[in-house]
């Protein structure tokens, strides 16, 4: 019997013993300044910890089947993929500083503005390191849809990924004129009750930030740092539009979508006629898979819709930083990129910019971007508006629950 | 060496049933007057004061308080009515295997097939459809994320019926409930009578305590409510995590204000009916 007490207890002590044990390895800051070469090396053989949003199956593919492979045949690196977007990762990395854990689990995540607002007000960002990568010489850092994200300047915290633009999405043989401004959209959604609604998410927020400009006067409105009195003038005249309308949105405006893939749900199956998102609105691929019918086509608000990039950052108390770096320059590497790029694949629009590329990697690019179904970044280009200061929409997730969903 | 044994068991139990229980607990009551959390900046009843006040806890408990009680009313009644009538038919293997069938899927299984049943664009809109019934998606009725809450008691009810179908089985052979009611027969008891005076004080008496749990298991349930519910009222759990899940990184204690008010709820109800009554209910 005494045994088993024996066992229980030195099991305890060790557990006692092993929190007390972590050691930091306190070169990272000497990784700020070092050399490549060095970094490289530091980087060779480690293991390096990923943290990203694996919704997509073509994201997924990317990552497991190309990415993957890739550093590991290149430099040797392990690279291992979580699971966790935004409120996730913040969680870990609040939950991880509380318990002072200088080895956290993960070492790079994929963010953008809203996430990095966050982990900067809890410190959670080890930076800046992307003037440190080889491959960021070929990103235009004076394009200021890539070097302020959500009014926040990046510099050197986080390293741009990809750049796209919100898009509505539609089907043209159902809807052959899809409503452009606020107005139309009321007329279109009194003649066709039903078939619109706000996902209760970043998406839906984002459209309601695209909504909120053009009930300001214009596609520059929300520019700037934050303003109180704005988002109140503006906001009430959002709500007021909302609620005066919402009988005639999905469901009676008695609930709505708790987020996008629900909402790509309803407009695939015919209940909406009128969905949205990020990515051009995310239709090739799902037109590819046969979610989406082919008749279905993406633009632009004529008041505009919000274009970003998104990130790659490397946390505070990741254990491999060098790993991470490597892993991050190869993905904003042309081959990387061109691979991501593809139409038919993840589909998403490089970050690099086309005059600081070779000719050959140039023509490269100009084929892969060929979409059947969906509008191009290009495309839609005239009518971008960039991302407001993030303290909008976390005060829009809020108030839209308040005023709209609670009403 | 018998006491012995019984210490370490009941270490065992304080070690994993209760230790990580009171921290979780005590951590979330730090968080929630800001003693802790990264973003907070020491104690203040602030958390506490805007749950209160604003009333959505009270609301989303009150329609999570209605829409468990519904359930278990619901199943509670048909299962006693399934033992009564199909006693017999029941004990068939194959009767049994479709009973046994619904407790193996899980509950986030239960939700989409629901989903998957009764949405607008589900199965049984699309026959409905093609009946002609309806000519469009939106004119089928609102069955789930719906105000009435229908889909979640609906996949409540499949859920949780079997279970009591099969607990009602077991107590009324092991209660010997069948004999009782030929007794009762036989002093002059018409079938009325033995259903209200014999079969349902038994059956009541004996599996009460296991109502009252599976009630407050789905008061707190959250897979299901997730994906059938709607934005507003949410059930408990739906709105805790949400709540500790936001962006706005100030206003994370909210989550933890109501974590622990719904705990000491549900501890003190706990407390209340089970504390002052296991006598009797083991004496009977």
Redesign the interface.
Known sequence: ?KR??FI?FGFLLSLVVQSCGEKSTNNDDKLKSAPWEDIEAIAEGTTVNFMMWQGSTAINDYINNYVVPSVKGKYNINLQISGGQ???I??L??GE??ADIEQGQVDMVWING?TFF?LR??KGLWGPFVEQLPNASLINFEDSYISTDFQQPVNGMEAPWSINQFAIVYDFEKVPNPPKNIPELKNFIKEH???FTIS?DFTGMTLLKSFMAELGGGPNVLDGAFDENKYKQLSQKLWKFINDNKQYFW?EG?????EQSKMN??Y????LLIAYGFNEGGIEDKVLTGLYPESTKGYAWSNGTIRNSNYLGILYNSPEKAGAMQVINFLLSPEAQLKKADAKGMDSNTVLAMDKLDTEWKDKFLDARKRQYGPTLKELEVNAIAEPAPEY??RL??DF?KNV??N | MRIKKLNIGILLFVLVGVVPFAAAFIYALLYSFGIIGVANDGFTLQFWESVITSGTFFKSFGYSFLIALVAVAISVGGALWITLKFRQQLETRFMSFIIYLPLAVPGIVTGFFTFQLFSKGGFFARISHKLGFITEASQFPDLVNDGLAIGIIFSFLTMITPFFVLLFLNVYKNERVEELSILAQSLGANANQISRRVFLPILLKKTWVLIVLYFIFLLGAYEVPLILGQESPQMLSVLIIQEIKQYDLDKISEGYVVAVLYTLIVSVAAILLFLPKRKRAYAT
């Open positions: 019997m088993i007490k229980l935004g409120p996730e913040v969680q990395v609040m500083k509380q809203e966050q007000k809890v009750p039903g078939t209760n469901k008695s609930t709505f979508p708790k749900q309803l695939a199956n015919g209940e929409m976390i997730y809020e629950r969903i609670e």
